[in-house]
Every structure is written in C-alpha cells, then in structure tokens.
C-alpha cells in the first residue's frame, strides 16, 4: 500500500474510532441522565422541592446527547466506510498491478480464464477491509463501554456483578459456539456456492449437447441442489446467530434490572436511588450495542475465511509462477499416454482409453462428429480436465504443468470491446509481428478498414468467420510449445481454411500440434484420430 494510501487510511480509521466513542458516550449518558431527570423529577414532585426544581439543565443534556449520538453514528459511518473503501482501493491497486507486470499470455489468462477467481478475490478483498468497520470498532466501543460500567457497578451496586458476570460468561458460551459452527458453516456455503454456480454456467453453456444426451435435467438440478444446500448451510448460522441476538437482546435488561435491585437490597431509597438508576440506565443503552454481537462475529468469521482464501490464492499464483519459470525452460519434445481415459467436463467417462504420441512436426488431427468429445479431449490434453500425468521423455508432466505449456485456442472466440492490438493479447510485441498475423490469417484488410491496429472494436462489428480469424491470430503470435487448435476452420470456407491452417501448421513445425475437426483436411505427415462417442 502507498504512503498516501496508508496515511489517508490511518486518518480516517481514527476519526472513525472517534467518533465511535463519542456516539456510545453520548447514547449512555442520553439513557442515563434521562432516567436521572425522571426519577429526579419523581422525588421532588413529592416535596416542597418541586417548585424549586431546575429541570432545564438536564434537559438540554438530554437533546445535546441525542444530537451529539446521531452525528456521532453519521461521522462514524462516513469516515469509516471511507477508511474501508480507501483499503479497499489500495489493495485492487497492487492487485491490478501485479496483473498488468506478469507476462503477456499470463494477462490473457486472467482476462479471459480467470473471471470467477477474479471475483471471488475481489469479494474477499472486501469482507477483509469491512470486517474492521463491521467487528472491529464495534468490538473495541463495546469492550470499553463494558469495563466503564462494571466498574459502575463495582462503586454503587457490588452485588448487581454476579448475574451480570454469569449473563456475560452465557454470552461467551453462545458466541464460542456461533464461532465454532459459523466457520464451518460458512467455509460449506462458499465451496457450496462456488461449485453450484460453476456447474450451472457450464450447464447453460452446454443445453443442447446436454439436452441430445439427456443429461441436462440431471446437471441442472444437481447445480441447483448445491445452491440450495448452500442456502441452507446459512439458514443454520443464521439460526444460531438469532439465539445470540436473543441472548444479548436481554443483556441490558437484566443488567438495568440488577444494579436496581442490588441498590435496593443494599438499603437505598429516594435520591439515593438516582446514581443506580443512572447507572441502570446506562447498562439498558449499552445494551443496545450488545444486540450486535452476532454480526461483529460473522464479519469475523467472513474475515478469517477471506483471509485464508486470499492466502492460499497468492501462494498458489506464486507455486504456479514458479512453475511456469521452471517449465518454460525446457518444453517438451514428446508428449505420450498409453490409455488415457477420455472424460467430460463433469468428470464422467468418454468412450474407451486412447493411446496418445503427440510429437513436433508431425501434427494430430482429432477428427469426429459434434458430441464426439473432441473439445474435451483438448482441454484434457491442455491440463484444464482431469489430472492426467503425460510422459515427456524421462519426465512426468502433471496437469498443471502443462497448462503453463500449453495454448488452447477454443473455437467460441470471443473479441472483447477493445482496441485490435489488445485483443490480440500480445502488447510486447512489434507492430510489423502483430500485422505479419493478421495477414497471416487473411485479416489484414479488415483491421485497415477497421483504423488499424488501436481501432477499437466489439463483438457485433464482426462475423463469426472474422471473429475465428482473430482468433487464430492470437495463436499465431503465441510461443508455447504446445498448439491446441480447436475447430480452427470453423466459421470458413474450405479453401481459406485449408490455407490458414497449412500457415499455421508451418509456423508451428517446431511445436507439438493437436487439431480438432469434424473431417480430416488433406495435410501430409498428419496422425489421424477418430473419435466416437
């Protein structure tokens, strides 16, 4: 975080404290000086005292009190949402810039791959700043609130400790136990949520193959079961949270109600009264700020899980950047598995075991109708499906050690609303290279007609030929060892398609090469794969 940053934080996070202890101040003497006023005015009713009484005094206490507590809870609301926010910022700064200082395709990952770990990192970046707003200052009023008034309590009414103290030790038992279940309850419906919604996108994504294989009813109510197992999961830390509330609803009461009665047992009577009943008055306002304990506590659970999440995130970044630099090193000269089990999306079986040998210069066509499972077997090939280990020479490759290694050029190309030079995701490259790929794949014309290379573009200025031939762009200019073309003459005629594949396959003569199409082109020194369902 910068100095700026970090001193605009410091600023607003001790106004926001401030202002904290003044609205909690002021809400204590406004119960208490008004229960003063009344029971004051009640004595003196009783008496001569009555018409010499001055009850302008603590009246005007009362309304400055009043005043002073809702400006005080408005100041606290605005510096410290103020305070998270400027959190909030400097963390999506450093973020963001790690992002924009990784490596070309690795930025293309995280624009296109990786949306939904984005998002999620985003969220808990979020319940990370707030919790300090949510549990923290609350927390910290509240526990210096709690140690003012039991040592009230000490001076006028010794006794009026033991039920507080066992009311306190019944609210430390409920919380430990909210603790305890919230977490696992909200670790459940995180991974529960997760799951659920990315099966259900890959469900919707997929209707009509999945309605062909009379799946989709399966998929779509087990993606949902998961949502709804997820909603559960919070209805019961919710419950839980309601009997803490309940609890610590009746905590003022009994407080107030104890100071009074152990007063009373002590003897007081009359005006003796008045400093008890102050006292007692104070502890039903404080009280009000107990009834919030079960939200301090699941911003701190929420803040713990976010925590751990972003920690295991940024070490896994970091292992797999690691991991990249280690690989990129030496890429493969041969990729083999004897019986690799095809599999979906989902994980269930597809056909039979394939035996696979996927070496340079000699490119494998994966050759089958629609439903035949090609596309999966690229992803599984590319690291993306399963957890298959391939033999590269006197190495195994795992699959996220081929996912560093490998460029899958998925046939449903998308073009963002961008300029042309950063939709093909290669910014560090010359201008001359990134035209040398656009004519390459026969674009060259368009991307004039279009302005040129920082013409700003979207999807619906293109055909689904031309979007195709974008694509293939981009696997033109990319440098992994391994070239995982998915449908790559979807969308064209078949000469132009026969010609941008046969530059393509050129230009990756040194590369290990699989292709997916619905028939087989005519290419020498090609290793034909028929596929079936």
């Given at each position: 975080m910068s100095a700026a940053y970090q001193s605009s934080s410091r600023k607003s996070w001790r106004l926001a404290t401030g202002f904290a202890f003044a609205a909690l101040a002021c809400a204590i003497l406004l119960g208490g000086v008004s229960a003063w006023l009344l029971g004051s005015v009640a004595i003196a009713g009783l008496s001569a005292a009555a018409f010499t009484f001055n009850f302008h005094i603590p009246a005007a206490l009362i309304r400055m009190f009043a005043v002073g507590r809702t400006a005080a809870r408005y100041g606290e609301r605005l510096t410290g949402h103020k305070a998270a926010l400027t959190d909030q910022v400097a963390r999506r700064v450093e973020l963001f810039a790690a992002m924009a200082a990784a490596p070309a395709v690795r930025r293309a990952g995280w624009q296109l791959g990786d949306d939904a770990r984005l998002a999620d990192y985003l969220d808990d970046v979020e319940d990370l700043d707030y919790a300090r707003l949510r549990a923290g200052l609350p927390a910290l009023t509240l526990g210096c609130g709690l140690a003012a008034?039991?040592?009230?309590s000490a001076v006028l009414a010794p006794l009026s400790l033991l039920p507080i103290t066992l009311f306190l030790l019944a609210i430390l038992f409920a919380g430990n136990r909210v603790a305890k279940a919230g977490a696992m309850a909200w670790g459940e419906t995180r991974s529960l949520r997760r799951g659920g919604a990315v099966r259900l996108g890959a469900a919707m994504a997929s209707v009509i193959p999945l309605k062909a294989e009379a799946a989709w009813s399966r998929e779509g109510t087990e993606a949902l079961t998961a949502l709804s197992r997820a909603d559960g999961a919070l209805l019961a830390l919710r419950r839980l949270q309601a009997m803490l509330d309940m609890i610590g609803a009746a905590f003022g009461p009994v407080a107030g109600i104890s100071v009074m009665a152990a007063a009373w047992h002590a003897g007081r009577q009359g005006a003796d009264l008045l400093a008890p009943m102050l006292l007692a008055f104070s502890w039903l306002a404080l009280g009000e700020a107990?009834?919030?304990?079960?939200?301090?506590?699941?911003?701190?659970l929420r803040r713990n899980?976010?925590?751990n999440e972003i920690e295991q995130w940024t070490q896994t970044a970091a292992a797999a950047g690691r991991r990249d630099s280690a690989t990129a090193e030496a890429p493969p000269r041969l990729l083999r598995h004897?019986?690799?089990?095809?599999?979906?999306?989902?994980?269930?079986?597809i056909g039979m075991p394939i035996s696979l040998l996927l070496a340079p210069g000699q490119p494998t066509l994966l050759v089958g109708a629609s439903g035949s499972g090609k596309t999966s077997l690229l992803k599984q090939i590319a690291g993306w499906i399963g957890d298959d280990a391939f033999a590269a020479g006197d190495c195994i490759l795992s699959a996220s050690e081929r996912r560093s290694?490998?460029?899958l050029v998925l046939h449903d190309a998308v073009v963002?609303?961008?300029?042309?030079?950063a939709n093909l995701f290669a910014g560090d490259v010359p201008d001359a290279a990134l035209w040398r790929a656009v004519e390459a794949v026969e674009m060259d014309g368009r991307i004039h007609e279009a302005g040129g290379l920082d013409a700003w573009i979207k999807q619906d200025r293109f055909s689904l030929g031309e979007v195709q031939?974008?694509?293939?762009?981009?696997a033109w200019l990319s440098t992994k060892p391994l070239m995982l073309l998915d449908e790559p003459t979807e969308h064209l005629d078949d000469t132009q398609g026969a010609r941008i594949l046969e530059r393509l396959l050129a230009r990756f003569s040194d590369r290990i090469v699989v292709v997916s199409t619905h028939r087989a082109p005519p290419l020498r020194d090609v290793s034909v794969?028929?596929?079936?369902?």
């Amino acid at each position: 975080m910068s100095a700026a940053y970090q001193s605009s934080s410091r600023k607003s996070w001790r106004l926001a404290t401030g202002f904290a202890f003044a609205a909690l101040a002021c809400a204590i003497l406004l119960g208490g000086v008004s229960a003063w006023l009344l029971g004051s005015v009640a004595i003196a009713g009783l008496s001569a005292a009555a018409f010499t009484f001055n009850f302008h005094i603590p009246a005007a206490l009362i309304r400055m009190f009043a005043v002073g507590r809702t400006a005080a809870r408005y100041g606290e609301r605005l510096t410290g949402h103020k305070a998270a926010l400027t959190d909030q910022v400097a963390r999506r700064v450093e973020l963001f810039a790690a992002m924009a200082a990784a490596p070309a395709v690795r930025r293309a990952g995280w624009q296109l791959g990786d949306d939904a770990r984005l998002a999620d990192y985003l969220d808990d970046v979020e319940d990370l700043d707030y919790a300090r707003l949510r549990a923290g200052l609350p927390a910290l009023t509240l526990g210096c609130g709690l140690a003012a008034l039991i040592a009230g309590s000490a001076v006028l009414a010794p006794l009026s400790l033991l039920p507080i103290t066992l009311f306190l030790l019944a609210i430390l038992f409920a919380g430990n136990r909210v603790a305890k279940a919230g977490a696992m309850a909200w670790g459940e419906t995180r991974s529960l949520r997760r799951g659920g919604a990315v099966r259900l996108g890959a469900a919707m994504a997929s209707v009509i193959p999945l309605k062909a294989e009379a799946a989709w009813s399966r998929e779509g109510t087990e993606a949902l079961t998961a949502l709804s197992r997820a909603d559960g999961a919070l209805l019961a830390l919710r419950r839980l949270q309601a009997m803490l509330d309940m609890i610590g609803a009746a905590f003022g009461p009994v407080a107030g109600i104890s100071v009074m009665a152990a007063a009373w047992h002590a003897g007081r009577q009359g005006a003796d009264l008045l400093a008890p009943m102050l006292l007692a008055f104070s502890w039903l306002a404080l009280g009000e700020a107990m009834n919030g304990a079960s939200r301090m506590l699941v911003a701190v659970l929420r803040r713990n899980a976010a925590r751990n999440e972003i920690e295991q995130w940024t070490q896994t970044a970091a292992a797999a950047g690691r991991r990249d630099s280690a690989t990129a090193e030496a890429p493969p000269r041969l990729l083999r598995h004897g019986a690799l089990q095809r599999r979906a999306p989902d994980g269930r079986a597809i056909g039979m075991p394939i035996s696979l040998l996927l070496a340079p210069g000699q490119p494998t066509l994966l050759v089958g109708a629609s439903g035949s499972g090609k596309t999966s077997l690229l992803k599984q090939i590319a690291g993306w499906i399963g957890d298959d280990a391939f033999a590269a020479g006197d190495c195994i490759l795992s699959a996220s050690e081929r996912r560093s290694q490998a460029a899958l050029v998925l046939h449903d190309a998308v073009v963002l609303e961008d300029t042309v030079r950063a939709n093909l995701f290669a910014g560090d490259v010359p201008d001359a290279a990134l035209w040398r790929a656009v004519e390459a794949v026969e674009m060259d014309g368009r991307i004039h007609e279009a302005g040129g290379l920082d013409a700003w573009i979207k999807q619906d200025r293109f055909s689904l030929g031309e979007v195709q031939r974008i694509n293939l762009a981009r696997a033109w200019l990319s440098t992994k060892p391994l070239m995982l073309l998915d449908e790559p003459t979807e969308h064209l005629d078949d000469t132009q398609g026969a010609r941008i594949l046969e530059r393509l396959l050129a230009r990756f003569s040194d590369r290990i090469v699989v292709v997916s199409t619905h028939r087989a082109p005519p290419l020498r020194d090609v290793s034909v794969i028929a596929l079936r369902p």
